[in-house]
């Protein structure tokens, strides 16, 4: 039995799959349209919300080193990414890598951690994003009728409309097509970008040096107006201790690690790539190196403006200017921060169908969500499915219920990316790399350490949910997956040892 649990899939099979015409989807993207898909779903609510936390908990000023040690912990897994994503240029992301080197228990379980966490976090920006809306809607002196607004705190019966209408639009533009998301995210990515790059223009001549005395701070400068409190930070990671010193900059990192939280989906359009071997690695570092250079120069414009112990928690970069007397950049600011979160929530969204049609392909779920749109040639299927239930979920279910779960997968998502990487170098050293990880197997194993330590900071009610949701899902395969795949059926060719270490 365990060998059936662990065969895996031939890399060769895997791409020729690609080829299929009812299973083919369209490559349209460059190594552009990578870069803007990530740096669009990198930058969120993140830059705008979590510099003044950690700055005010953590780390003062160093938060800008704290970007950058939460930066080094993403590239590690980045370049892990690059080599998979080049070397299997197939939609799934890191359960396509899964079958490929770990086996089909594994990518199972990848799977069906991936499908939870894009379908949350789709749903948790999307609240996020109606939220937004709905306070811009009010300053504008307008109010939505009750029951119709956000679902945070309501205690009646009730549905975010504006939550639901954003998926539902979102999800009418995958299905049309790539290229028109790819148009659409860069128009966006443009106003999102603009608004930061404002921020560090127009924050640089408004810095104060003085604000940056003590650099590095050893202690809690005040013992009121603490973050710990903030109703951001307890949703979305359930703690935020407050050390300070060196050991503060890496406490920071661990949560400003989550303001990276999505370049990994980048993966998942391999399969939609005109050069996947050339243009994954790009898109991947490019946007990575993109987000880590513009959070660094953030945090380091808003400490310089207010001094740390100072900042809002709900809105630093606004309040920051307010406090010197610039108002007006309040409002543009979360103008921006609203426009923004419509890309991240349709590139999470992208990513989630782009899984789910990978399984259904591959018989670990119905077949017949693999079919592509015979004139589009996007998976409708799957799209308008999980579009219509992600669009329930945001509008029934508060905030809080919904975020517990979006951090955990990602992490658990890097640390067997990393793992499959050392595994397919040793069983398939055959295979043409168009880029190769460095220094294998160090970097790989640095980044399952990284991602296991950020892991073991999580609030154990994450480990709960997670564990419950794995449970299910291991039902899910039992019951239907391990039977149905196309490798039990003999669909397809396995992964078998060969004298040489690489496959017959």
Known sequence: MSSTLFRTKKVEQSILDTEEPEHALKKSLSALDLTVFGVGVIIGTGIFVLTGTVAKDNAGPATALAFVAAGVACALAALCYAEFASTVPVAGSAYTFSYASLGELPAWIIGWDLVLEFALGTAVVAVGWSGYIQSLLENAGWTLPAGLGSREGADTFGFDILAAALVLVLTVILVIGMKLSARITSLVVAIKVTVVLVVIVAGAFLIDGKNYDPFIPKEK??????????????????????????????????????????????????????????????????????????????????????????????????????????????????????VGLTTVCMILLLGQTRVFFAMSRDGLLPRFFSHVHPRFKTPHRPTILLGVLIAVLAGFTPLTELAALVNIGTLFAFVVVAIGVIILRKSRPDLPRAFRTPWVPVIPILSVCASLWLMINLPAETWVRFAIWMAVGFLVYFLYGRTHSRLARGEVGEETPSAGGGAA
Not at 246 to 253: D, K, L, Q, S, W
Not at 273 to 293: A, E, F, H, V, Y
Not at 311 to 324: E, G, H, M, W
């Open 221 to 338: 400068p005040v013992a009121a107006g603490s973050s710990l409190d903030s109703p951001l930070i307890q949703l979305m990671f359930g703690w935020a201790p407050s050390n300070f010193g060196v050991m503060g900059i890496f406490t920071a990192a661990s949560v400003v690690f989550f303001a990276f939280i999505g370049f990994d989906v980048v993966a998942t359009a391999a399969e939609e790539t005109k050069n996947p071997q050339r243009d994954m690695p790009r898109g991947i570092i490019g946007s990575l190196i993109i987000c880590t250079t513009l959070y660094v120069l953030v945090s380091i414009v808003v400490t310089g403006m207010q001094h740390y112990s100072r900042l809002s928690v709900d809105a630093p970069l606004a309040d920051a200017f307010k406090a010197t007397g610039h108002p007006w950049f309040a409002g543009f600011i979360s103008f921006g921060a609203a």
